[in-house]
């Protein structure tokens, strides 16, 4: 562990309050700090019923999605594995299409549950039949599988053009009109990744060292291997299944903590997933205040943020992907 | 008590075998070079020896003990494996590499205790690496690179170390470096010491017990003088060999000459 780490971790979750309260205090009307606090106070406004979840549940999806992430890229040893590459945002993404238009609005609470049940089922092939190869190949069958279900989404999309309004804001990202339903089902799961993340991350260190050398240090990969991606699985699910398909989150936080902390996990868990719902929760509050009434979708933000950021890193070239 | 290997069978794919029957038997406390041409299976039974890979038949025993019955933790703080050309990540440092060694020690948070940090200030003295820890992998030469690799075996603080070609790609001075380390840790320490070398010399030399293998089988083993001789060689690697006394009588230099012509010793792909 890298000395500064505490200093850098403790700006960075201050950085995430700082964030919290800006945004609860913009919106439609701006409401004063003392406002704010008042309405937290007494539980109530707009602040409290309508803000609050909101910025929760950026914090949490951001969170989510970077430690699953991170948690990927250990277990390929791939700093382009990412749960959208990988097919398990997609596999969310399916269920949910099918569900909004099989369903309409009258499947509302329902939504999270089948997206995470797409994910998983998604998932789930993806192990099946890539498990027992090499990394790259774990990945190639991800991609295949991604971009099969993409294929099967965009069809579905465009057969049912009039009614696939709201299937399409959902797959572009967004955590417009999120409420304490969503923060509900969100928050065991972001326990469960930022807690297993830290639970697993010494044992999973030496995995970046390669197979062979994990082995001889000790390391049973056999248990460890499926339980990284259950964990890995398990976070963007849950976050694909409230917030949609927000990519670019699980690729890009992890690589960027890990160039700001170094690559032991036991720090990259906690400091991408914070990264994580730093960036989420600043991609959404943009979203609100750049061109209100109108809202751009928090999905659509993180990459417009994160793609020139990533083709900036790659050309500079710097070492440390 | 030591490490022996019973008629071991193995093959990548199915009809090639690598190993095929080899029995051998790793004296405790030595160090014993594992020579042969390349394909003949010296990687394969390294990594069968540290469990990387399962034998389809036969067995091996450490201590007295079948391999299968030792825990992952257990097997890494008894034996050490470098392997041929190990990567490690981009960024990291050296003394980071290192103190992976510490691995199988540690508890579930991985918490440092003052024993992991003495063994791997060791580790880096020993290695000559002290000043270079903070400097990261990439930014070594391949020397410095090799005996941070190093390192991170001793680290793991085994009563057994297995290295696989440590003297590829460093110059004469580091492989004698290299060498005269493990001939160090051998005598110092007692560590039994396992190597795949290529140069009939640091076999001859470094070594007090010789593997010679051929085909997968054992073509011969024994004292560095019962192998370095002109028949043997010139039979396990297809090359006229000069042998000639060194100043112990027990330690013979060989110089390989020439081949011996028409196919005799083309070199067969080292299998992965």
Redesign the interface.
């Known amino acids: 562990m890298r000395r500064d780490f505490p200093k850098k971790f403790l700006v960075l979750v201050g950085l995430v309050a700082l964030a919290a309260i800006f945004s609860l205090s913009v919106g439609a009307t701006d409401t004063p700090l003392a406002a704010v606090s008042e309405q937290l106070r007494e539980r109530g406004g707009v602040v409290y019923l309508f803000r609050l979840p909101r910025v929760l549940s950026a914090i949490l999806v951001g969170l989510c999605f970077a430690i699953s992430g991170t948690l990927l890229q250990s277990l390929t040893r791939n700093p382009l594995a990412s749960p959208d590459l990988l097919g398990v945002t997609s596999g969310g993404g399916l269920a949910t299409v099918v569900a909004i238009l099989l369903g309409g609005s009258t499947i509302g609470p329902a939504l999270p549950w089948l997206a995470f049940a797409g994910a998983s089922v998604v998932a789930g092939i993806i192990w099946t039949l890539g498990r027992n190869s090499t990394p790259q190949k774990f990945i190639l069958t991800g991609v295949a599988l991604s971009a099969f279900t993409q294929a099967v989404i965009t069809l579905l999309l465009v057969t049912y053009a009039p009614s696939a309004a709201e299937a399409m804001i959902w797959l572009k990202g967004s955590l417009f009109g999120r409420g304490w339903i969503h923060v509900k089902h969100l928050l065991p799961w972001a326990i469960l990744s930022l807690g297993g993340g830290l639970a697993v991350a010494h044992t999973a260190n030496p995995l970046a060292l390669g197979p062979n050398v994990a082995t001889s240090l000790g390391v049973r990969l056999s248990l460890l291997r499926p339980l990284l991606w259950f964990l890995s699985v398990a976070s963007a699910a849950a976050a694909v299944a409230v917030a949609g398909t927000i990519g670019f989150v699980g690729l890009l936080v992890p690589h960027l903590a890990r160039r700001m902390c170094g690559p032991d996990l036991r720090t990259s868990v906690p400091f991408s997933g914070f990264l994580g719902a730093l960036f989420v929760l600043v991609a959404d509050t943009l979203g609100r205040i750049i061109a209100p009434p109108l809202e751009i979708p928090a999905g659509l933000i993180c990459a417009f943020l994160g793609a020139p950021y990533f083709g900036f890193l790659l050309w500079k070239g710097q070492t440390r992907i | 008590m030591s490490l022996k290997a019973q008629s071991l069978c193995f093959s990548y794919l199915p009809g090639t075998p690598i190993l095929q029957e080899l029995s051998v038997q790793i004296p405790k406390g030595k160090i014993t070079a594992l020579i042969g041409r390349n394909g003949c299976g010296k990687s394969t039974l390294l990594?069968l020896l540290?469990?990387?890979l399962e034998p389809e038949s036969g067995s091996i025993e450490l201590e007295g003990k079948n391999l299968k019955d030792y825990s992952?933790?257990?097997?890494?703080?008894t034996l050490?494996?470098l392997?041929q050309t190990?990567?490690?990540?981009?960024?990291?440092t050296v003394r980071?590499?290192v103190e992976?060694?510490r691995?199988?020690y540690?508890g579930?948070?991985?918490r440092t205790t003052s024993k992991d940090e003495e063994t791997v200030h060791w580790a880096l003295r020993e290695t000559s690496l002290v000043e270079l820890e903070n400097r990261?992998l990439?930014a070594l030469s391949g020397g410095q690179r090799q005996r941070a690799w190093i390192a991170l075996a001793l680290a793991?603080d085994t009563e057994y170390v297995l290295l696989d070609e440590p003297t590829t790609y460093l110059d004469i001075a580091h492989q004698l470096e290299v060498l005269e380390l493990l001939t160090r840790l051998n005598e110092e320490q007692n560590k039994t010491i396992v190597m795949v070398v290529h140069d009939p010399n640091h076999a001859s030399q470094y070594a007090h017990h010789v593997v010679a293998l051929a085909g997968g089988k054992l073509f011969k083993e024994g004292s560095p003088k019962e192998i370095f001789t002109p028949e043997v060689i010139q039979s396990l690697f297809g090359v006229q060999p000069l042998v000639f006394p060194g100043e112990d009588p027990e330690k013979p230099w060989c110089v390989p000459k020439a081949t011996l012509g028409t196919g005799e010793s083309s070199v067969e792909e080292e299998v992965p």
């Not at chain 2, 190990?86 to 990291?92: D, H, I, K, N, S």
Request: glycine share 10%.
């Open positions: 990594k540290n469990r990387l992952s933790r257990e097997l890494a703080r050490a494996h392997s190990p990567t490690a990540p981009e960024g990291l980071e590499l992976f060694g691995h199988p540690k579930l948070l991985g990261v990439s793991q």
